[in-house]
T-cell receptor
Framework: DQQVKQNSPSLSVQEGRISILNCDYT??????FLWYKKYPAEGPTFLIS?????DKNEDGRFTVFLNKSAKHLSLHIVPSQPGDSAVYFC??????????FGTGTRLKVLA | DADVTQTPRNRITKTGKRIMLECSQT?????MYWYRQDPGLGLRLIYY???????NKGEISDGYSVSRQAQAKFSLSLESAIPNQTALYFC??????????FGPGTRLTVL
C-alpha cells in the first residue's frame, strides 16, 4: 500500500502562474518530508524540506506547506518558469534511514 | 565534476547474465543507497549502507547483492539478470541533515 501518495500524475501551468503540487501520507508518525525535482536523464535533486514542527518552509520561489491534521503537504512554485518543467517527488524520511517516495508528478510549465 | 557518479549509464543485457552497476561519491558521506524506479512507481529501496561494514537489505533486495568497497564506492550486482529487473537504477548518498544526493541513474534493460 502506498504510504506517500501523489495523486496527480501530471500538471500543466502557464508561465508566471502558481504551480501547486500535492502529496498525501498515511502515517501520522512521519515527521520529516522532502521534495525532489527530476529532469530527464538525471537523478533527482533535492529541492526543499520541512519538519513536522513547522507548517511552512520557504526557499526563494519554492514554498512547502504541511498540514499535519490532514496528513497533506504541498509544494508551491511562484512564479512558475519553463525551467521548472520536471517530475517532482515528495518523500517522507522515516526512522533512521528510510525514505518513502511518492510516484511523482510531472509538471509542465507552458511559455 | 558530479558528486555522485554511476557507471554504466545505459546497459542492455540478456537473461541469466551477471551485471554490476557501480557508484562513486566525492561527498564524503557514510550513508549510501541503491534504488530502482519503475514507470508509475516511486523509488524503491534495494540496499543501503551506513558505512563499509554495515550493509542492509531494503524492501526489494531479492535478486540483488551489494558490495561497499570503500566509503566512496557502493556496487550493485544482479547475479543472474531477469527481464523484470529492467528499470532505472539510482545510487544516492545522504548527509547528517538527512538530505539525499542522487547519481544520474543507470538504465538497465534485460532481454
Amino acid at each position: 500500500d502506498q504510504q506517500v501518495k501523489q495523486n496527480s500524475p501530471s500538471l500543466s501551468v502557464q508561465e508566471g502562474r502558481i504551480s501547486i503540487l500535492n502529496c498525501d501520507y498515511t502515517n501520522s508518525m512521519f515527521d520529516y518530508f522532502l521534495w525532489y525535482k527530476k529532469y530527464p536523464a538525471e537523478g533527482p535533486t533535492f529541492l526543499i524540506s520541512i519538519s513536522s514542527i513547522k507548517d511552512k518552509n520557504e526557499d526563494g520561489r519554492f514554498t512547502v506547506f504541511l498540514n499535519k491534521s490532514a496528513k497533506h503537504l504541498s509544494l508551491h512554485i511562484v512564479p512558475s518558469q519553463p525551467g521548472d518543467s520536471a517530475v517532482y517527488f515528495c518523500a517522507a524520511f522515516v526512522g533512521t534511514y528510510k525514505y518513502i517516495f511518492g510516484t511523482g508528478t510531472r509538471l509542465k510549465v507552458l511559455a | 565534476d558530479a558528486d555522485v557518479t554511476q557507471t554504466p549509464r545505459n546497459r542492455i543485457t540478456k537473461t541469466g547474465k551477471r551485471i554490476m552497476l557501480e557508484c562513486s561519491q566525492t561527498k564524503g558521506h557514510d550513508r549510501m543507497y541503491w534504488y530502482r524506479q519503475d514507470p508509475g512507481l516511486g523509488l524503491r529501496l534495494i540496499y543501503y549502507s551506513f558505512d563499509v561494514k554495515d550493509i542492509n537489505k531494503g524492501e526489494i533486495s531479492d535478486g540483488y547483492s551489494v558490495s561497499r568497497q570503500a566509503q566512496a564506492k557502493f556496487s550493485l550486482s544482479l547475479e543472474s539478470a531477469i527481464p523484470n529487473q529492467t528499470a532505472l537504477y539510482f545510487c544516492a548518498t545522504s548527509d547528517s541533515a538527512n538530505t539525499q544526493y542522487f547519481g544520474p541513474g543507470t538504465r538497465l534493460t534485460v532481454l
